[in-house]
């Protein structure tokens, strides 16, 4: 509400040089990807639902946001490649650049590892699955020392897959409350 449309240009900066993105992902790929998270709308529900949440009395999102998101579209971005990597650039108003970020880091973190693995036999992938499961028993542990920790998930931008989120924060969940 306080800075909308102040003009912004968000930019990914790979800065783990010694991965060469261009080489697990395919322009073709990501710019497809992109392009279907700007074919992406809000449905009516979810809006509904945006609207629902309170704390308290009190409701989270004004209504002025949410009929911003009813109509909203993810902006253009522009992609080219640079050598081994991308140059991948979202540019317009702060109030719709913004919601890029997640969703750029998301999809390049996702194809980079969707390609890494398809060469893997299934074992490999079973004992990569197993060793994650390890790593989180060992959080979990740790975690369960301290009770009155409170957790916010940010795993979005970083995730090493959709289905692999969401079982980490259900465990979690399950787990820890």
Same mark, same amino acid.
């Given at each position: 509400? %306080?800075? %909308?449309?102040?003009? +912004? @240009? *968000?930019?990914? =900066?790979?800065?783990? &040089?010694?991965?060469?993105? /261009?080489?697990?992902?395919?322009?073709?790929?990501?710019?497809? /990807?992109?392009?279907? &998270?700007?074919?992406?709308?809000?449905? $009516?529900?979810? #809006?509904?639902?945006?609207?629902?949440i309170r704390v308290g009395e009190k409701k989270i999102f004004q209504e002025e946001y949410l009929a911003f998101l009813k109509d909203f579209q993810l902006?253009?971005?522009?992609?080219?490649?640079? !050598?081994?990597?991308?140059?991948? /650039?979202?540019? !317009?108003?702060?109030?719709?650049?913004?919601?890029?970020?997640? #969703? &750029?880091?998301?999809? #390049?973190?996702?194809?980079?590892?969707?390609?890494?693995? @398809?060469?893997?036999? $299934?074992?490999?992938?079973?004992?990569?699955?197993?060793?994650? $499961?390890?790593?989180?028993?060992? @959080?979990? @542990?740790?975690? =369960?020392?301290?009770? !009155?920790? +409170?957790?916010?998930? *940010? !795993?979005?931008?970083?995730? *090493?897959?959709?289905?692999?989120?969401?079982?980490? +924060?259900?465990?979690? =969940?399950?787990?820890?409350?």
């Amino acid at each position: 509400h %306080r800075h %909308r449309d102040v003009p +912004v @240009k *968000f930019a990914l =900066k790979n800065r783990t &040089a010694s991965v060469k993105l /261009e080489e697990w992902i395919s322009e073709s790929e990501l710019r497809e /990807e992109l392009d279907h &998270a700007r074919s992406l709308r809000f449905q $009516k529900d979810e #809006i509904e639902y945006l609207r629902n949440i309170r704390v308290g009395e009190k409701k989270i999102f004004q209504e002025e946001y949410l009929a911003f998101l009813k109509d909203f579209q993810l902006p253009s971005y522009l992609l080219e490649k640079t !050598g081994h990597s991308y140059k991948l /650039e979202f540019e !317009g108003s702060w109030s719709e650049v913004t919601y890029w970020e997640t #969703i &750029a880091l998301s999809t #390049i973190n996702e194809l980079y590892y969707k390609n890494r693995l @398809k060469p893997a036999s $299934k074992l490999v992938r079973d004992l990569i699955a197993e060793e994650g $499961k390890k790593k989180l028993a060992e @959080k979990i @542990k740790t975690l =369960k020392r301290y009770p !009155g920790i +409170v957790m916010v998930e *940010f !795993g979005t931008r970083r995730r *090493f897959g959709r289905l692999w989120q969401d079982y980490v +924060v259900k465990t979690l =969940k399950d787990e820890l409350y």
